[in-house]
T-cell receptor, first 112, second 113 residues
């Protein structure tokens, strides 16, 4: 499985955009990038995923670089309720392509 | 929709006791997973089941056994609990394949004394 690298923590002001980076330089051509978040020890919550193109849903946008070696999750107008640990995951390929492997993630703190 | 339901939500065991954590999903998903999360750490995969009738080891399988009882249910058993197994346990399910999201339960908080 491709590994991901994320900063351990980030701060963001309420109402501003939060841009969370993720490095996945060893990603394979058929592997997807997933983002999950975990609020205060609750079960992780799916946010968004993508393969090559940029993606947007009601929660966030996902920007994937053209070489696919990194991506950025954007929360356009962060609120206090967005304070959470954000996990960037590259979904495994081959026989274990359904497996999710979590790293330590980025603790995003949204400040008033 | 209930989604993924885990029971119990909290449990205290004595060292050496056994117990089974239950997980059920109502989304007709093929794949199910068990994770553990220690304080300040990310989730680590214990076991997973790609489909009914199959199970495979994850990163930290030692001390655990699993049963995929049917498509809905995936249980995790601790045969002889140890303090090192004190953790929060999460069950998840997803469709088989790389382009699908996983849904998580709310966790079981297990303390082994």
């Amino acid at each position: 499985d491709a590994k991901t690298t994320q900063p351990p923590s980030m701060d963001c002001a309420e109402g501003r955009a939060a841009n969370l980076p993720c490095n996945h330089s060893t990603i394979s051509g058929n592997e997807y990038v997933y983002w999950y978040r975990q609020i205060h020890s609750q079960g992780p919550q799916y946010i968004i995923h993508g393969l090559k193109n940029n993606e947007t849903n009601e929660m966030a946008s996902l920007i994937i670089t053209e070489d696919r070696k990194s991506s950025t999750l954007i929360l356009p107008h962060a609120t206090l309720r967005d304070t959470a640990v954000y996990y960037c995951i590259v979904r495994g390929s081959g026989g274990s392509n359904y497996k999710l492997t979590f790293g330590k993630g980025t603790l995003l703190t949204v400040n008033p | 929709n209930a989604g993924v339901t885990q029971t119990p939500k909290f449990q205290v065991l004595k060292t050496g006791q056994s117990m089974t954590l239950q997980c059920a999903q109502d989304m007709n998903h093929n794949s199910m997973y068990w994770y553990r999360q220690d304080p300040g750490m990310g989730l680590r995969l214990i076991y997973y089941s790609a489909s009914e009738g199959t199970t495979d080891k994850g990163e930290v399988p030692n001390g655990y056994n699993v049963s995929r009882l049917n498509k809905r249910e995936f249980s995790l058993r601790l045969e002889s609990a140890a303090p090192s197994q004190t953790s929060v346990y999460f069950c998840a399910s997803s469709e088989h394949g790389m382009d699908t999201e996983a849904f998580f339960g709310q966790g079981t908080r297990l303390t082994v004394v």
